[in-house]
């Protein structure tokens, strides 16, 4: 006499928990990719990439010394309004103000961070050319970084 072997009964949510499984992925992977976009529009690339090129030159050329210098916000304004310098200068914005500013190239080929009262940062400008900049949270606020050969 043959015995009926017993049958597993199938299990009817496993096409379903797969379907659940990739919905959760994709939106994951969506909100994943969204953070990211944002946080390279906060950060502003050309910004990351100037930082970049800094680091490239400074190891280049580590026997040669940078010239630095120094733009600072202070009453609501960028002092000096005006600077010539030759390329590869490093400039250090200061802020020197009890409230925040963050530099922003008019073309937005550069920018800083917000920074804070007594906060700094360092842009170094490489290319000859004239560069034109504001304060994004005060547009009034206005400079010009002249950069020669």
Do not use: W
């Amino acid at each position: 006499m043959a015995k009926a072997k017993k049958r597993k009964p199938a299990r009817a949510s496993s096409h379903h928990h797969t379907t659940d499984h990739h919905h959760f992925l994709l939106i994951v992977g969506g909100g994943f990719l969204l953070m990211l976009l944002i946080l390279l529009m906060y950060n502003n690339l050309p910004f990351i990439n100037s930082y970049q090129k800094q680091a490239a030159v400074t190891a280049e050329d580590s026997m040669e010394q940078e010239e630095v210098q120094q733009v600072v916000m202070k009453d609501y304004a960028f002092s000096p309004t005006s600077i010539t310098v030759k390329a590869e200068t490093t400039v250090t914005f200061v802020n020197q103000d009890p409230v925040a500013h963050r530099v922003v190239a008019d073309d937005g080929i550069f920018s800083t961070q917000l920074l804070e009262q007594d906060a700094e940062e360092q842009v170094t400008f490489d290319t000859p050319g004239t560069y034109t900049y504001h304060c994004e949270q005060h547009p009034n606020m206005t400079g010009t970084v002249v950069v020669e050969e």
